[in-house]
């Protein structure tokens, strides 16, 4: 079993900023693979990024590649999305979650926290 918290999350000015972090509970964190996913209102939720449980492989989505950036510190069971760049369409609430493998698909991953707000503003 993992529980998952995501923090980071906020307002933000078009241009700006954010790192969101996903904390893992438990001690099989290294195990899995990590991945952020945003649902925008009125939208199904969409993959964004995901890293092995190594860090060594990673993967976005088209629409974000060049301004967010996944990483992770198995030491501290712990993701990050560093967000640059940020524009209004970036808008939603931002999930982490974890899979046995690196996975694009949402249906693939078995744990997920409660997601964290961003709002970006023209």
């Known amino acids: 079993q993992v529980q998952l918290v995501e923090s980071g999350g906020g307002l933000v000015q078009a241009g700006g900023s954010l790192r969101l972090s996903c904390t893992a509970s438990?001690?099989?964190?290294?195990?899995?693979?990590m991945g952020w996913f945003r649902q925008a209102p009125g939208k199904e939720r969409e993959f964004v990024a995901t890293?092995?449980?190594?860090?060594?492989?990673?993967r976005y989505a088209d629409s974000v590649k060049g301004r967010f950036t996944i990483s992770r510190d198995n030491g501290k069971n712990t993701a990050y999305l560093q967000i640059d760049s940020l524009k209004p369409e970036d808008t939603a609430v931002y999930y982490c979650a974890a899979a046995l493998s690196l996975s694009v698909i949402l249906s693939e991953y078995d744990y997920w926290g409660q997601g964290t707000q961003v709002t970006v503003s023209s």
């Open positions: 890293i092995s449980w190594s860090g060594s492989s990673t």
């Open positions: 438990g001690r099989t964190f290294s195990r899995y693979a």
